[in-house]
Each structure stands twice: as structure tokens, then as C-alpha cells.
């Protein structure tokens, strides 16, 4: 099979030690994926770049169309952006996808009472208070703008109807708080029912994003997929997180209609970092998303086994797990989950590829 040469940044914190960690899985599985670093973060902004990305780096992800990205630091104060927002800006990924799914071997509270979860979050991507304007308008009033748009609601409900319909979601959910913010929650909620009119398959509904909280904690299998808009969204996906295992488990994907951004939902993780002991599995839980996307559905199920066999045989990092069996380090995790290629879990279900095919092409922009 041909290899396809996707664009990776490392990331800043635990990035390059998760990053490392997961490409070196990636080659032992043989994935026929070629890999063109880019700088992009601190060393960035560091260097006098204000967006923490050069001109360089973002040629190349446009050349590529996929960008495989560690988590990026984004330095406190005025005078810099987050790299995290601009790249998902820059790029219009509208639709930031996190899965949060029980995995066998990851206990929780709800796996010990045998309680599935399988919720996928869809969050408004670059919208809302993301847009970042704000100012004082007085010396003693700090005033923030939200902006949230017809065009920006219609493009991101319109990614989470077509997935609920291909993924037969039970039902699809809309997080929101127009009961107070009447006019801008309003028109996201709004256009979320206009949407569902083109999908009378599926069952819509809408639930105020804090009764949405309390209740995703009660009964959290009661949920498949849910909408929201970008700050809530960001906040119930960490809520989510804690629901399967913590932030180690959850993967994430920035949809765009010409560049995608696969990334974990977790941050640098400063108290950790050069530690080696960081958890690869949501960054490796990503880079499945994107191989699926890329249409290698075989080579993400095999991986993807021989991680749910580490999982299930009790070896963990030390942000989860059991007390009374020491943690890995990273490298001792992923040597296993290497050693575990050809393997699958005993028990849960395996899971089952398609054969693999790129069904990919690299993206035409619109001209400037
Ligand atoms: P964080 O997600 O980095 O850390 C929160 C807690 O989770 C820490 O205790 C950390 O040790 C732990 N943790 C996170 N990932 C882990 C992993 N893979 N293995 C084991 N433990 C893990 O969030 P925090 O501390 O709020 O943010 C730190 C920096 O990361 C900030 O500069 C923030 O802006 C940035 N950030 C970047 C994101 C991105 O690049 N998409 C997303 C979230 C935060």
C-alpha cells in the first residue's frame, strides 16, 4: 500500500513524550503513514511568532490536509493567542468531535456497576466566548463578547445529524442555556431544530446544559450523542472524561470540510511532564480516529485490540488503575501494547476492521 505523509506537531508539556510513544506503535503495526514534523507552540511563540505557528508550518498542514498534533501550551497574559483556538479558527474545524467510551480493563464507578457509556460529544469548535474579544469598559468592568452565528450553528449541527444517522445514535441532544441567554444559546438551539426537521429518523431533543450535568453523572448511559456550543461544550467533555476513566481516555478530532486536526482532548500536563510517565492512550485513541478517517479501519481495529489486551490485563499509567499493581512508566506501556500486536482482548469484544483502503485525497482550498 502506498504511504500517505500527514503533518505532525509534537506538542509542548507531555506532547513529544506521548507523541513519540504513539508513532512508535503506529511503526511496529507497520501503518503506512509517513510523518512531516512541524513546529508549532511554545518554541513558536517563543521565537517571536504572536500565533504560535509560522508560515511554514501552516503550508504544510494545508499541503497535507491532516494534522496530528500533541497537546500545546498556551502562555498566560495578554499578547499571544492560544494556538489551540487559532489552528481550529485558521483551518474552520467547526465540528470538535470527543469520544468518551467504556473501555475493558479502565474501571469506573459505572464499569463496577456495569453501566456502558458511549458518548460522543460534538462541540461547537470556533464560536462563542473562543472568539476571545474582550475588554475593559471601565477600569472595573470587564466586558467579554460571544458571537454565535446562524452559518457557524447550521454547519455544526448539520456534522452531528449526518453522524448520528451514519452511527445509529439512539438519540441526539442538544446542550444549551437559552433559558438565559435567550438570544445567542437561543439561535444555537434554535437552528438545532430547524436542522432535525431534515432527519425525522432520529430522536432530537434538548436538555439545559446543567440538568444536562447532573443528569450525564446520574445516567450517563441514557446519552449517545450530544451537541453543544463551544465553552459548555469544553466543560461537559472534561465532565465526560471523568465519566470512562479520566482525561487519559479521551480522544478528539477537529472536523473541517478541507482539514481535520486529531489531537487528545488533555492539555501539556506540566506536573508530569519529563517524568515519563504520562498516559499515551487518548493521543493513541486519536491518532485511531484519524487512521479511520483515512479509511485504515484494519490497522486502527489491530491496535486498538492490542490495547484494550494491555488495558484488561491490569498494566496502567499512574493516573488510573489499580493501587495494588504499580504503574508503568509510558515506555513500559507502550512496549507492551507493541508486544500485544496480533492480540485482542478476552474480555470484551474484539474489534472488527474493514479491509483498509486510503479513502482520503488531500484537500483543494478555496482560494484567498
Ligand atoms: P491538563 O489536561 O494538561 O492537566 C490536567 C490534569 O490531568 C493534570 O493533573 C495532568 O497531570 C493530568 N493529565 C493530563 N493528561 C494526562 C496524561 N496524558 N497522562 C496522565 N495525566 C494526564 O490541563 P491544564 O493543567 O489545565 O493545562 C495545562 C496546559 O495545557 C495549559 O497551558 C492549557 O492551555 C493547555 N491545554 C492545551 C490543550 C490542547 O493542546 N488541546 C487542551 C487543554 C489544555
Given at each position: 500500500m502506498?504511504?500517505?505523509t ?17 508513532l512508535?506503535?503506529f511503526?511496529?503495526?507497520?501503518v503506512?503513514?509517513?510523518?512531516e ?6 518554541p513558536v511563540?517563543?521565537?517571536?511568532h ?10 504544510r ?5 491532516i494534522?496530528?498534533?500533541?497537546p500545546?501550551?498556551t ?6 493567542k ?6 481550529r479558527k485558521?483551518w474552520n474545524?467547526?465540528?470538535?468531535k ?6 475493558s480493563?479502565?474501571?469506573?464507578v459505572?464499569?463496577?456497576?456495569g ?11 470556533i ?7 474582550e475588554h ?9 463578547r460571544?458571537?454565535?452565528t446562524?452559518?457557524g450553528?447550521l454547519q455544526?449541527h448539520?456534522?452531528?445529524?449526518d453522524l448520528?444517522?451514519k452511527k445509529?445514535?439512539?438519540?441526539i ?7 438565559i441567554?435567550k438570544?445567542t444559546?437561543?439561535l ?12 425525522p429518523?432520529?430522536v432530537?431533543?434538548?436538555v439545559?446544559v ?7 453523572v446520574?445516567?450517563p448511559?441514557e446519552?449517545?450523542l450530544v451537541v453543544l ?5 469544553d466543560?461537559?467533555s ?5 465519566l470512562?476513566?479520566?482525561l ?11 482539514i481535520c486536526i486529531?489531537?487528545?482532548?488533555h492539555g501539556t ?16 485513541l ?6 479511520r478517517h ?12 492490542a490495547?484494550l489486551?494491555t488495558?484488561?490485563s491490569g ?8 493501587e495494588a499493581?504499580?504503574a508503568?512508566?509510558?515506555n513500559e ?5 507493541i508486544r500485544?500486536?496480533?492480540?485482542g482482548?478476552?474480555k470484551s469484544?474484539p474489534?472488527?476492521?474493514?479491509p ?5 485525497t488531500?484537500p483543494i482550498?478555496?482560494?484567498?
Amino acid at each position: 500500500m502506498d504511504k500517505y505523509t500527514i503533518a505532525v506537531a509534537k506538542g509542548d508539556g507531555i506532547g513529544s513524550e506521548i507523541m513519540d510513544a504513539v508513532l512508535r506503535i503506529f511503526d511496529a503495526a507497520g501503518v503506512p503513514l509517513n510523518y512531516e514534523f512541524i513546529e508549532m507552540g511554545k518554541p513558536v511563540y517563543e521565537a517571536g511568532h504572536s500565533t504560535g505557528m509560522t508560515p511554514l508550518a501552516k503550508e504544510r498542514v494545508e499541503e497535507r490536509g491532516i494534522l496530528f498534533k500533541g497537546p500545546m501550551e498556551t502562555p498566560k497574559g495578554k499578547g499571544v493567542k492560544s494556538i489551540n483556538v487559532t489552528a481550529r479558527k485558521v483551518w474552520n474545524t467547526y465540528a470538535n468531535k470527543r469520544v468518551f467510551k467504556t473501555l475493558s480493563g479502565v474501571e469506573t464507578v459505572f464499569s463496577k456497576a456495569g453501566i456502558p457509556i458511549d458518548i460522543t460529544i460534538i462541540r461547537e469548535n470556533i464560536e462563542d466566548t473562543y472568539g476571545g474579544i474582550e475588554h475593559m469598559l471601565t477600569r472595573d468592568v470587564a466586558l467579554c463578547r460571544r458571537f454565535i452565528t446562524r452559518p457557524g450553528c447550521l454547519q455544526v449541527h448539520r456534522y452531528a445529524f449526518d453522524l448520528a444517522r451514519k452511527k445509529k445514535a439512539r438519540r441526539i441532544t442538544c446542550g444549551h442555556k437559552a433559558n438565559i441567554m435567550k438570544i445567542t444559546d437561543g439561535l444555537f438551539l434554535e437552528t438545532f431544530y430547524e436542522v432535525a426537521k431534515d432527519y425525522p429518523d432520529l430522536v432530537a431533543d434538548d436538555v439545559i446544559v446543567d440538568d444536562l450535568c447532573m443528569k450525564l453523572v446520574v445516567r450517563p448511559n441514557e446519552f449517545d450523542l450530544v451537541v453543544l456550543p463551544n465553552l459548555q461544550g469544553d466543560i461537559v467533555s472534561d465532565l465526560c472524561a471523568g465519566l470512562i476513566g479520566g482525561l487519559g481516555f479521551a480522544p478528539s478530532s477537529n472536523i473541517g470540510d478541507h482539514i481535520c486536526i486529531f489531537e487528545a482532548v488533555h492539555g501539556t500536563a506540566p506536573d508530569i511532564t519529563g517524568k515519563g510517565l504520562a498516559n499515551p492512550t487518548a493521543l493513541l485513541l486519536s491518532g485511531l480516529m484519524m487512521l479511520r478517517h483515512l479509511g485504515l479501519t484494519q490497522y486502527s481495529a489491530t491496535i486498538e485490540n492490542a490495547l484494550l489486551k494491555t488495558l484488561e490485563s491490569g498494566l496502567h499509567t499512574a493516573d488510573f488503575g489499580l493501587e495494588a499493581i504499580p504503574a508503568s512508566g509510558t515506555n513500559e506501556f507502550v512496549n507492551v501494547i507493541i508486544r500485544n500486536l496480533g492480540h485482542g482482548p478476552s474480555k470484551s469484544k474484539p474489534v472488527v476492521g474493514l479491509p483498509d483502503q486510503f479513502k482520503y485525497t488531500a484537500p483543494i482550498l478555496p482560494k484567498e
